[in-house]
Every structure is written in structure tokens, then in C-alpha cells.
């Protein structure tokens, strides 16, 4: 079968409704800053209501991954369940405008379609109570043969772990993925993601995953161990590739070959970090479905991490062929 696409992705389809606040402010509404945590409707309904006035836009983590790789002009399709309501309209016509496949029919008569509230401090970290909605309604049913084994890479949101039928529809994928003889990349998307489903991220990773995508938290969290150098042994034991971001000290891409150290791309400001490991995925996946090297492939995800956290919203807001052209990359 002809590749088609380069990277297929599954994962939560979120709008997003971004806005700043103050530490108070998350201290008053019991927040934990920098974390994700689910809330039903009405606690995303009450804390809407006292959130400043804030910018909505299409999000979910790997939708937002697929939207950075269609800017660096990759071919992509995404996976996702929302709801036969205006938010879900405006999700599914944000990912055919960008050019990227998204053919779920949407669900009707269940919850709505997913939100995430995002509050950010002045020190650019992002807070999120997402409300998961429709988007759990995802199933093995919804994952499409033909998309997946028309991809290079399939790539896998960890938030889905949080949903029993998501995870079976992960298995699906990785089964029809390696028999297509396609790689799956899997991000573990955030550090509590990892408390709650260690071991079975873990079994998932040994056995299904060829690429890992994670931030230092993440990876300390799985492994449970605060020596940085050490949880990268392990990973390295258990996974062929991965692509660990470490903030302003750049990434460090793992593999049985060679440990490659990659400085973070220089920025003047950093607004809102939302989405900074959603376009660094873009980058390299985008990098690694053209034949890149791995020192190139994380090149173009932090420069899109780069710019992505200089603006609200969490994806790119210039064509990111055209920055990475200008970079020579």
C-alpha cells in the first residue's frame, strides 16, 4: 500500500479555552499548577465563568501535533471523537482547514465535546481542567484500517490512557500498524497521566512502542527515580527511540546507536507553554518521515516548540516550512 500520510494520530479532540490568571487565582480554585486535571461539565462550567476573557481554539494533544506537521508541510490524519455540536464543528472544520484528514462521524445523543479550560500564570506555565466529554467515547471501532496502515508513523496521545475503551483502541492500532510494518510513537502527554497508569504505560512501551515521546518530568515519573541519567538507561533498555524535552536545556534523543544532546532553540519571550511538547512531536515526527537525521528531527521540533511558546494557543501561528527553511533546516 502507498504511504499516504506521515504520521496518522489518535488522541483527545479538545477545543481549548486559554486564559491568563495569577497564582492567586489557582490557589483559590484549588489548582495545581502546571498539571492537567478531568473535571465533569458543571466544574468546567463554574470555572469558566470566573476565568478572564480568554481565546478558544481547536487543541487536544496530538490534534494539535497533526496541526504543526501540516505547517511544515507533512501529510497527516487524525483520530478523534467529538460531539454533533458547535464545538465539534468548529473542531473538525479547524483540522480539514489546516488540510489534515479527520472522517469520525460525530457522536450524537452522549455528552459534548470536549473542553479544556488553561489558565496561565505570568511565568508562561499552563494549568488545564479538562473536561473529557465526548472525546472518551473514542473506541477500537473508530480507529480506521485504511489511515493506519497509510501512514509512516502512527502516533499515540498517553491521555487516552485515561479511558479503558481508548486503550483497546491502542492495541488495535499497534497491531494493524507493525503488521503494515509502521512505526507507533507514543507521547506520555503528562506527569499524573503516568502516576495513574505506570504499569501499564510500561507494558505498552516494551512491547508496542518504537518511539517514545516524554518530557524530563514524565520520564522521572516513570521510572520512579529523580537521577535523570538513570531513567534514560532504563527507557533505553525497554525502547529503541525516544525524544526526551527538557525545557530551556533542550532535548536529548535516546537510541541504541548514540545519546544526541540538543540545545533548545534561542526565544525572546516565552508567553504560554501550552503546546510546546504537542509541536516539538511535530518537528521531529515531521524530520523522521522525511529521512531526517535524529539531530535534524529534534532541530525542527524545538524550533517549533520555540515558537509555539511565544504566542498564546497551542499551535503555530507562521508556516513553519518557511521558519525552517529560514534556519536552513
Do not use: W
Not at 496518522?8 to 495569577?22: E, H, K, L, M, Y
Not at 497491531?175 to 502527554?189: D, K, V
Not at 519571550?269 to 529534534?298: H, I, M, P
Amino acid at each position: 500500500m502507498p504511504e499516504t500520510y506521515d504520521v496518522a494520530a489518535i488522541g483527545n479532540a479538545i477545543v481549548d479555552v486559554i486564559a491568563p490568571c495569577d497564582d492567586a487565582f489557582l490557589a483559590e480554585n484549588g489548582l495545581t499548577k502546571g498539571a492537567m486535571m478531568l473535571v465533569d461539565a458543571g466544574q468546567s462550567a463554574a470555572l469558566y465563568a470566573k476565568m478572564r476573557e480568554a481565546v478558544e481554539a481547536s487543541g487536544g494533544s496530538a490534534a494539535n501535533t497533526i496541526a504543526g506537521l501540516a505547517s511544515f508541510g507533512g501529510r497527516g490524519a487524525f483520530m478523534g471523537k467529538v460531539a454533533d455540536d458547535p464545538l465539534g464543528r468548529v473542531f473538525a472544520h479547524d483540522m480539514r482547514a489546516i488540510g489534515a484528514r479527520f472522517d469520525n462521524a460525530p457522536l450524537t445523543g452522549g455528552p459534548a465535546t470536549a473542553v479544556s479550560m488553561i489558565n496561565v500564570t505570568p511565568d508562561a506555565q499552563r494549568t488545564m481542567c479538562t473536561f473529557l466529554g465526548a472525546s472518551v467515547e473514542f473506541t477500537d471501532d473508530d480507529v480506521d484500517v485504511a489511515t493506519v496502515e497509510a501512514a509512516k508513523v502512527v502516533y499515540l496521545e498517553g491521555y487516552l490512557f485515561d479511558a479503558e475503551a481508548a486503550r483497546r483502541a491502542f492495541a488495535k492500532a499497534a497491531g494493524l500498524a507493525h503488521g503494515a510494518g509502521r512505526r507507533i510513537a507514543l507521547t506520555l502527554s503528562d506527569s499524573f497521566v503516568v502516576e495513574r497508569h505506570r504499569g501499564g504505560l510500561k507494558g505498552f512501551i516494551e512491547t508496542q512502542v518504537d518511539l517514545l515521546f516524554a518530557n524530563e518530568a514524565e520520564l522521572l515519573a516513570l521510572y520512579e527515580t529523580a537521577d535523570f541519567d538513570e531513567a534514560c538507561e532504563q527507557l533505553l533498555r525497554h525502547c529503541e527511540l525516544a525524544a526526551v524535552t527538557r525545557s530551556e536545556k533542550g532535548s536529548v534523543v535516546l537510541s541504541k546507536g548514540e545519546t544526541l544532546h540538543v540545545p533548545a532553540e534561542a526565544i525572546e519571550k516565552v508567553v504560554d507553554t501550552t503546546g510546546a511538547g504537542d509541536q516539538y512531536a511535530a518537528g521531529f515526527l515531521f524530520g523522521l518521515s522525511r529521512g531526517r537525521s535524529l539531530r535534524d528531527c529534534a532541530r525542527l521540533g524545538g524550533l517549533a516548540a520555540a515558537e509555539v511558546i511565544s504566542h498564546y494557543g497551542p499551535r503555530p501561528q507562521v508556516s513553519l516550512k518557511d521558519l525552517a527553511a529560514s534556519r536552513g533546516l
